[in-house]
T-cell receptor
Framework: GDSVTQMEGPVTLSEEAFLTINCTYT??????LFWYVQYPGEGLQLLLK?????DKGSNKGFEATYRKETTSFHLEKGSVQVSDSAVYFC?????????FGKGTMLLVSP | DVKVTQSSRYLVKRTGEKVFLECVQD?????MFWYRQDPGLGLRLIYF???????EKGDIPEGYSVSREKKERFSLILESASTNQTSMYLC??????????????FGNGTRLTVT
């Protein structure tokens, strides 16, 4: 079946550092890929998505590129802020439901 | 903006009680989902619904049932609550399954404690 593997956290960074959170997937067919973010005490919010190979999703300074050859969808940001502290989930959608990774907590200190 | 509303943010129930978690969406989405979120386990799908009166089991349906009598409302039912059902419950909705690039839109969650 479909699966998503993302790096375990927490990832601890200083403000303005570069962020990478790795995500790889296993799926049949051509899934769409997503990154969600969850701030403390809240539900999940869609951060960005990519629907086909080589697509780049971007939002709020975050980017991720759909790499079919390496089955990856790594999340990057050039300069993180304290307000980016949250849990980030990589996910894929085949025909029906969404399959999530286990989430990566990001902690950014001033 | 899509709005998914879960009726309670926090809920405390006793073992053996019947518990209803309600979810309403305002975007005429065909699909609705219930997940539970637990530390170290991520999000796990309990049930989903493609359309009114339709339901499908997810990965962990045991101990739960669902009801979808109207398109905008999807209820999760714990027939006899147990302590191992203490968790954060997240409802979501999306456009039809055929549109696989359609993201899920989530509510803010209900934190259920069973004592």
């Amino acid at each position: 079946g479909d699966s998503v593997t993302q790096m375990e956290g927490p990832v601890t960074l200083s403000e303005e550092a570069f962020l990478t959170i790795n995500c790889t997937y296993t799926a049949t067919g051509y899934p769409s890929l997503f990154w969600y973010v969850q701030y403390p005490g809240e539900g999940l919010q869609l951060l960005l998505k990519a629907t086909k190979a080589d697509d780049k999703g971007s939002n709020k300074g975050f980017e991720a590129t759909y790499r079919k050859e390496t089955t990856s969808f790594h999340l990057e940001k050039g300069s993180v802020q304290v307000s980016d502290s949250a849990v980030y989930f990589c996910a894929l959608r085949g025909y029906s439901t969404l399959t999530f990774g286990k989430g990566t907590m990001l902690l950014v200190s001033p | 903006d899509v709005k998914v509303t879960q009726s309670s943010r926090y809920l405390v129930k006793r073992t053996g009680e019947k518990v209803f978690l309600e979810c309403v969406q305002d975007m005429d989405h065909e699909n609705m989902f219930w997940y539970r979120q637990d530390p170290g386990l991520g999000l796990r799908l309990i049930y989903f619904s493609y359309d009114v009166k339709m339901k499908e089991k997810g990965d962990i349906p045991e101990g739960y049932s669902v009801s979808r009598e109207k398109k905008e409302r999807f209820s999760l039912i714990l027939e006899s609550a147990s302590t191992n059902q203490t968790s954060m419950y997240l409802c979501a909705s999306s456009l039809s399954a055929g549109r696989s690039n359609s993201p899920l839109h989530f509510g803010n969650g209900t934190r259920l404690t069973v004592t």
